[in-house]
């Protein structure tokens, strides 16, 4: 038998939280001295306090630990619920991380007012090229939005190509436009240049326009972190007497495994007023 204290220690949990699992009926003690009112705990419960915790963790109320436990949860289906609540908090650590890229993408623009570094931009003309794409429609133009879907595209659309035996002829082009049913959903085009000509059911494949008035300007790092680069480009399209024609093409020059290694440049359509 354990003294609450000594019991607390060995389950790593406080004495106060053993003393309300008492009070609820959650973890009774085994023994209470009936003359010093002592509670002794036995080293068998670490079990159910173990699943207390577990429980809880879950995010479920004591009367609903309590009502699962009374129905002896076995220790596989307790298993299961585990996983499924750690699949869970992966999603929401990667979701938050996301966040924190783009209010770290947000803060470096604001700190950057007023001293955009325009002189980076480039006006040029793009050529006609021709590309194997696959395209699907996001939520917004917003990061959180645009990121889970073009990364799956490229994925699938790789696979596609190797197994049709395709080999790329030059950089990944995404491009963007406003998606037929409105209400902000974007189309999402992940493209690669590929050598003409070419059929194949399983992607589609089709020459992209040229651009005769293009301001382009290049950004290294992950793609989670261009906020500061295209609003760069905006301020050299506004301060030049240009109007934006469309949504900048993004061309994929160098893309090593390290996302903060990638070389991107867009290319921002334009014309004169």
């Known amino acids: ?41 036995s080293a068998a419960q670490l079990a159910r306090l173990n699943r207390v915790i577990a429980l809880k963790e879950l995010g479920l109320t004591l009367q609903q630990v309590q ?22 908090l992966e999603v929401a650590m990667a979701a938050a991380a996301a966040r924190l890229v783009q209010v770290e993408a947000r803060l ?22 021709r590309v194997a794409e696959l395209d699907a429609t996001a939520a917004s133009f ?10 799956p595209l490229y994925d699938e659309l790789f ?7 395709v080999s790329p002829a030059g950089p990944g ?10 209400g902000g959903r974007i ?22 326009p040229p651009v005769d008035q293009a301001a382009t300007i290049v950004h290294r790092g992950s793609m989670d972190t261009v906020l500061p680069t295209a609003q760069a480009l ?3 399209i506004e301060e030049n007497g240009y109007r934006s024609a469309g949504y900048p093409r993004e061309i994929s020059l160098e893309c090593p495994d390290n996302r903060d290694d990638w070389v991107t440049e867009l290319q921002a359509p334009v014309t004169k007023p």
């Open 234 to 236: 905006a301020f050299w």
């Open 159 to 165: 696979r596609r190509l190797d197994r049709a035996g």
């Open 1 to 41: 038998m354990f003294t609450i204290g000594d019991f607390a220690r060995h389950g790593r949990v406080s004495v106060r939280m053993l003393r309300h699992y008492d009070a609820t009926g959650l973890l009774r003690p085994a023994h209470v001295d009936p003359a010093t009112g002592y509670r002794y705990y």
């Open 187 to 208: 189309t999402v085009h992940a493209a690669v240049q590929v050598a003409a000509p070419l059929q194949d059911g399983a992607f589609r494949v089709l020459d992209l």
């Open 173 to 182: 082009v995404a491009y963007y436009e406003d998606a037929p049913e409105g």
């Open 108 to 129: 470096r623009s604001i700190e950057s007012e007023g001293h955009m570094p325009t002189n980076d931009v480039v006006f040029k003309s793009v050529p006609a090229i």
């Open 67 to 88: 009502q699962i436990l009374d129905e002896k949860v076995t220790t596989d289906e307790l298993r299961a619920m585990l996983r499924l609540r750690r699949a869970e």
């Open 142 to 151: 917003e990061p959180e939005n645009i990121g889970p879907v073009i990364g």
